[in-house]
Nanobody, 122 residues
Framework: QVQLVESGGGLVQAGGSLRLSCTVS????????MGWFRQAPGKEREFVAA????????SYADSVKGRFTISRDNAKNTVYLQMNSLKLEDMAVYYC???????????????WGQGTQVTVSL
């Protein structure tokens, strides 16, 4: 059984940084493209960032470009999301996701994590 476990969420002041991690168990993440989605209260879940299994291609939502960086360490079966210059509107539950195909879209994800809360305060 494949499990994705997110960590690193928490409370941060606007302008601050957080680094989310997603550790996968049950299978190697080699050949699995990985990504992050988020869902704010009262809103639909949305795409944040994705990275191919080789790590040679990344994709970002316009709202986070230049502030967030996705990366991966296949040897550790872990994907990261470095979030800098956080804004109030970044506050959401962040979900890790994986798919053996590209691109990652909300309706074609093979694996989902349980989510980690990111809270941004003034």
């Amino acid at each position: 059984q494949v499990q994705l476990v997110e960590s690193g969420g928490g409370l941060v002041q606007a302008g601050g940084s957080l680094r989310l991690s997603c550790t996968v168990s049950g299978r190697p993440i080699t050949w699995v493209h990985m990504g992050w989605f988020r869902q704010a209260p009262g809103k639909e879940r949305e795409f944040v960032a994705a990275i191919t299994w080789r790590g040679d291609t990344t994709s970002y939502a316009d709202s986070v470009k230049g502030r967030f960086t996705i990366s991966r360490d296949n040897a550790k079966n872990t994907v990261y999301l470095q979030m800098n210059s956080l804004k109030l509107e970044d506050m959401a539950v962040y979900y890790c996701a994986g798919r053996t195909g590209w691109p990652l879209l909300q309706n074609n994800v093979d694996y989902w994590g349980q989510g980690t809360q990111v809270t941004v305060s003034l």
